[in-house]
C-alpha cells in the first residue's frame, strides 16, 4: 500500500476514537455498534478465522457476548501509524484483555496481543476494512517488527 502523504492529525484523532469505539462496542456486548465501525464488507480475522461483513460480525459478538464473562476489558495501546494518508491507513497496536475469574475478584491479563488494522474513511467517517488479532508470540519477535520509517 503506497501512500503519498502523511495522516492529518484530526485524521489520527478520529482513528483513535475508532479504536476506542471498537474495545467499547465490544465489551459491553453492542454487536449492531461493533458492526457499524466496519465497511460493509470489513473483515475481522482473529487467529486466522475471518468473520466478513457487517451481519457476521453483529452475530459474531452477539454470541460472543453471551460466552463472554461481565466486567472483562479490551484495550490497544502503543498505537503505530505505519503509512496513510487522509483516506486510507495502515496502523499497529498492542492489545490487552483484562477479565474477572469471578464477581468481585481483581481483574487479571487473561490475554496479550497486536492488531493490524487498514482503515478507511468513507463520507468523512473512518472504519475499519481490515481488523486482524493475533497472540503476542515472544520467541518470534523480528516477525513483529513495524517496517522502518
Request: charged share 30%; aromatic share 10%; net charge negative.
Amino acid at each position: 500500500m503506497s501512500m503519498p502523504s502523511p495522516t492529518p492529525p484530526d485524521d489520527r484523532f478520529a482513528i483513535q476514537d475508532l479504536l476506542a469505539r471498537y474495545a467499547w462496542a465490544l465489551d459491553t456486548g453492542d454487536h449492531e455498534t461493533y458492526a457499524s465501525l466496519f465497511t460493509p464488507d470489513g473483515v475481522f480475522v482473529e487467529r486466522g478465522v475471518p468473520w466478513r461483513g457487517r451481519a457476521v460480525l453483529a452475530e459474531h459478538i452477539r454470541d460472543l457476548s453471551t460466552r463472554m464473562a461481565r466486567g472483562n476489558r479490551h484495550h490497544n495501546t502503543q498505537i503505530l501509524f505505519e503509512e496513510g494518508d487522509d483516506t486510507r491507513v495502515r496502523l499497529r497496536s498492542y492489545s490487552t484483555h483484562i477479565a474477572h475469574p469471578e464477581p468481585g475478584a481483581p481483574g487479571v491479563v487473561r490475554m496479550q496481543g497486536w492488531y493490524r488494522d487498514v482503515v478507511v474513511k468513507i463520507d468523512g467517517a473512518w472504519y475499519f476494512e481490515e481488523r486482524i488479532w493475533d497472540e503476542w508470540h515472544p520467541e518470534t519477535l523480528a516477525e513483529h517488527r513495524p517496517p522502518p520509517r
